[in-house]
């Protein structure tokens, strides 16, 4: 079943029949229905950087059903960059295969952010399609990975899903509310910029999907400009009809305090000036934010530096070590 629109306002014709077309409920893809579907390996991937309180039993349960109840998902895998707590023990216990970012093509060395750990995920997984999850979530629930799934294993044309879902604040739910970062910079980038990705309800959602061949063949932006970059980039190299989002109910995870949301969103305004090519003269990499203190104003000014990873395919021992796979068993 597909989600509607009600049409309060005005709304482009072509988002509202991409939303009309593109939108799914979650709930309508049971494993064994999507078991039945299956072609090729499955990967699910968890960034990880000190998520001791919630990575085991994000894992634990994708394992429980997804890898042992159905075997609908060949791997979990779970990039490291780094953690100082438990997130490595807790993942392996709980099914995982942890890998530290720092050990995966070493000879590229290292870009700090996010974007990192996907990209090198694409290297170190082995599933035709690949689901990312944050490793953050609570009150977690395996439909957020059959929902990504679902399009990907029912719709040829679909190659790239996105997540929506509700957010639980103090005092009840957001419903349908995209964060402040999504409703004060990215919504408006994207309708201003590109419209026809308008429609997304998430469009930073950190919980989407990709068919490998899609994936490779996109640039990774390093911080957390990572999501807002692939939308864009997605739209270019496939199409708006390309791309689907799930609706999978809530999602509890820890709340930013403003000062990072003001960095998330300089981010993210660079990387918008990237995809629009304004690149001379340089944007400013720096923001200044201020804290209250004794007497006035204490300024703290931060490095706003966005860099981006070619595309997977295009790294040499990539290749190689893919060139060898039968088509199914991989990355083409």
């Given at each position: 079943?597909?989600?509607?629109?009600?049409?309060?306002?005005?709304?482009?014709?072509?988002?509202?029949?991409?939303?009309?077309?593109?939108?799914?409920?979650?709930?309508?893809?049971?494993?064994?229905?999507?078991?039945?579907?299956?072609?090729?390996?499955?990967?699910?991937?968890?960034?990880?950087?000190?998520?001791?309180?919630?990575?085991?039993?994000?894992?634990?349960?994708?394992?429980?059903?997804?890898?042992?109840?159905?075997?609908?998902?060949?791997?979990?895998?779970?990039i490291?960059?780094?953690?100082?707590?438990?997130?490595?023990?807790?993942a392996?216990?709980?099914?995982?295969?942890?890998?530290?970012?720092?050990?995966?093509?070493?000879?590229?060395?290292?870009?700090?952010?996010?974007?990192?750990?996907?990209?090198?995920?694409?290297?170190?997984?082995?599933?035709?399609?690949?689901?990312?999850?944050?490793?953050?979530?609570?009150?977690?629930?395996?439909?957020?990975?059959?929902?990504?799934?679902?399009?990907?294993l029912?719709?040829?044309?679909?190659?790239?899903?996105?997540?929506?879902?509700?957010?639980?604040?103090?005092?009840?739910?957001?419903?349908?509310?995209?964060?402040?970062?999504?409703?004060?910079?990215?919504?408006?980038?994207?309708?201003?910029?590109?419209?026809?990705?308008?429609?997304?309800?998430?469009?930073?959602?950190?919980?989407?999907?990709?068919?490998?061949?899609?994936?490779?063949r996109?640039?990774f932006?390093?911080?957390?400009?990572?999501?807002?970059?692939?939308?864009?980039d997605?739209?270019?190299?496939?199409?708006?009809?390309?791309?689907?989002?799930?609706?999978?109910?809530?999602?509890?995870?820890?709340?930013?305090?403003?000062?990072?949301?003001?960095?998330?969103?300089?981010?993210?305004?660079?990387?918008?000036?990237?995809?629009?090519?304004?690149?001379?003269?340089?944007?400013?990499?720096?923001?200044?934010?201020?804290?209250?203190?004794?007497?006035?104003?204490?300024?703290?000014?931060?490095?706003?530096?966005?860099?981006?990873?070619?595309p997977m395919?295009?790294?040499?021992?990539?290749?190689?070590?893919?060139?060898?796979?039968?088509?199914?068993?991989?990355?083409?």
């Open positions: 079943m597909k989600l509607s629109v009600r049409t309060v306002d005005r709304v482009r014709r072509d988002v509202h029949r991409w939303f009309e077309r593109r939108t799914y409920d979650g709930r309508d893809f049971s494993p064994v229905r999507l078991l039945a579907r299956k072609e090729g390996p499955i990967s699910v991937v968890l960034p990880a950087l000190n998520e001791a309180a919630t990575v085991g039993t994000i894992v634990s349960a994708i394992h429980r059903d997804l890898v042992v109840g159905v075997p609908l998902v060949d791997e979990i895998i779970v490291d960059p780094g953690s100082v707590d438990a997130t490595a023990s807790e392996t216990a709980a099914g995982a295969v942890v890998i530290p970012e720092e050990r995966i093509l070493p000879g590229h060395g290292r870009i700090a952010g996010k974007g990192e750990a996907l990209w090198k995920s694409l290297y170190a997984s082995s599933g035709d399609i690949v689901i990312f999850v944050d490793a953050d979530l609570e009150d977690f629930d395996t439909q957020v990975v059959t929902g990504l799934l679902g399009p990907l029912t719709e040829r044309e679909v190659s790239y899903v996105k997540a929506s879902y509700d957010r639980p604040l103090a005092g009840g739910l957001l419903p349908g509310g995209g964060g402040r970062v999504t409703e004060l910079v990215a919504r408006p980038l994207l309708n201003m910029h590109w419209p026809a990705l308008a429609g997304l309800v998430q469009p930073l959602a950190g919980e989407f999907a990709g068919r490998r061949v899609l994936l490779e996109l640039p932006v390093s911080g957390y400009g990572v999501e807002f970059a692939q939308l864009v997605v739209l270019s190299l496939a199409g708006a009809d390309a791309i689907a989002q799930v609706e999978v109910g809530r999602k509890i995870h820890r709340h930013q305090p403003d000062d990072a949301l003001g960095r998330m969103a300089a981010e993210i305004i660079q990387t918008a000036w990237t995809r629009l090519g304004v690149h001379s003269p340089a944007p400013g990499q720096t923001l200044t934010q201020f804290r209250r203190c004794d007497g006035g104003f204490e300024p703290h000014t931060h490095r706003v530096e966005v860099r981006e990873r070619s395919i295009t790294i040499p021992e990539y290749a190689a070590r893919w060139a060898a796979r039968a088509p199914g068993d991989g990355p083409r």
